[in-house]
């Protein structure tokens, strides 16, 4: 665990601390569609915060949801964390590096920097996650009604089959995807035209839609936003959302990408 979050920690105020913690659990709710509370009374120090939410993760995981399948999502946090033994505590102890620290504090930049890349998958999955799904938020407040109202092509409009992958989409983030769909209650359906995470609802992805899916506004709908939301915050987003709709998934352009469209977007919505 990074020795920087742990200073983060333990130099900040009684106010400041829970604030991380309701900050960490808030995203790990939203992450995961729970609804943990922060503890009556925090721990002293940030190893032993992360110990008192992985225990409390550690247990809601397993409680059956509406339609949801909990094995799915035991399963989709293990796949996320580092940590093999304890994969609750490794997923909140990242979770709380990537909300909290710079980039280049972060523990995957501060250690083994001269013998291997700055780089652990499962974190940028992690990370992806977290930017991913607040711009999938975004994209729905600008694009939901619309294309409930005007698609050309109702329901699929453009989930077409493949629309998921592209062929762009490593292997891991492919498994990612089905895990998160399972834990949703999703069964693959049988159309053989559109993508098999389409669903009656729409995509049952929020966390690991493919850039080319979380990002992809089709030309009637980016021609009614220059009517309804002209100016030069649209311009703005729809710059950074194409270059985040383009992007291979690497290292950091991808969230610097990310990063920009969510700031446009916030801008765009903020705006009118
Ligand atoms: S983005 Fe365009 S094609 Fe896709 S669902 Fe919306 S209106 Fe239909
Ligand atoms: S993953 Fe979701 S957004 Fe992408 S094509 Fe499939 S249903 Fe559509």
Not at 102 to 110: F, V
Not at 115 to 121: D, E, L, M, Q
Not at 239 to 244: D, E, P
Request: proline share 6%.
């Amino acid at each position: 665990m990074s020795p920087r979050m742990r200073e983060t920690y333990a130099t900040g105020t009684v106010a400041q601390r829970a604030e991380l913690a309701e900050t960490l659990l808030g995203e790990v709710n939203g992450l995961l569609s729970l609804t943990l509370a922060p503890p009556a009374k925090l721990a002293d120090d940030f190893d032993g915060l992360v110990d008192q939410l992985a225990v409390a993760l550690d247990r809601a995981i397993d409680e059956p949801g509406h339609g949801v399948d909990a094995g799915a999502t035991r399963r989709l946090v293990a796949a996320l964390s580092l940590d093999g033994q304890r994969p609750c505590r490794g997923l909140l102890a990242d979770l709380a590096e990537i909300l909290f620290l710079p980039r280049e504090q972060r523990s995957e930049y501060t250690t083994n920097r001269e013998i291997t890349p700055p780089y652990r998958v499962r974190k940028l999955l992690l990370e992806y996650a977290v930017f991913g799904r607040q711009i999938d938020e975004i994209v729905g407040v600008i694009s939901k009604a619309y294309c409930a109202q005007h698609c050309a092509n109702p329901p699929v409009g453009c989930c077409h089959i493949l629309g998921y992958d592209l062929g762009l989409v490593p292997e891991v983030m492919l498994e990612l995807q089905r895990l998160e769909a399972l834990r949703r209650g999703w069964q693959p359906n049988s159309d053989d035209q559109k993508c098999r995470y389409h669903t009656a609802t729409g995509c049952v992805l929020a966390l690991f839609k493919s850039p080319a899916c979380v990002g992809y506004l089709c030309e009637p709908l980016v021609a009614r936003l220059r009517v309804e939301r002209p100016g030069p915050e649209l311009d703005h987003f729809l710059r950074a959302l194409s270059v985040f709709n383009n992007c291979d998934l690497d290292r950091r352009k991808v969230f610097r990408a990310m990063r920009a469209t969510i700031e446009s977007g916030r801008a765009l919505i903020a705006g009118g």
